[in-house]
């Protein structure tokens, strides 16, 4: 079993930055996809941005530009780094992983750290 633990959410003014981390309890990058999602009030998750076993990521149209996917293999953290924030980015943000193709395994999900916009 893995444990996807998140931290870095907060409080920020429009136009601001945070960056988000999640730390998993043993390494499974190789094996593993892993993304951010997020889930703002009333409405279903959304993929933010996924960063491949092989290191390829991609993003939501939306954050496109604003938003960097990246981790360390060593420390085997995801970093979602966030700037120029607006309202409409608020929610409650999640890390998951997913296995490979190939790779019999569980999806994992952390218990989400809240992200809110405002002045």
């Known amino acids: 079993q893995v444990q996807l633990v998140e931290s870095g959410g907060g409080l920020v003014q429009p136009g601001g930055s945070l960056r988000l981390s999640c730390a998993a309890s043993?390494?499974?990058?190789?094996?593993?996809?892993m993304g951010w999602y997020r889930q703002a009030p009333g409405k279903q998750r959304e993929l933010v941005a996924t960063i491949t076993s092989g290191g390829t990521t991609n993003y939501a149209d939306s954050v496109k530009g604003r938003f960097t996917i990246s981790r360390d293999n060593a420390k085997n953290t995801v970093y979602l780094q966030m700037n120029s924030l607006n309202p409409e980015d608020t929610a409650v943000y999640y890390c998951?992983?997913?296995?490979?193709?190939?790779?019999?395994?569980?999806?994992?999900w952390g218990q989400g750290t809240q992200v809110t916009v405002s002045s």
């Open positions: 043993r390494s499974i990058f190789s094996f593993y996809d």
């Open positions: 998951n992983g997913k296995p490979i193709l190939g790779i019999r395994g569980p999806t994992y």
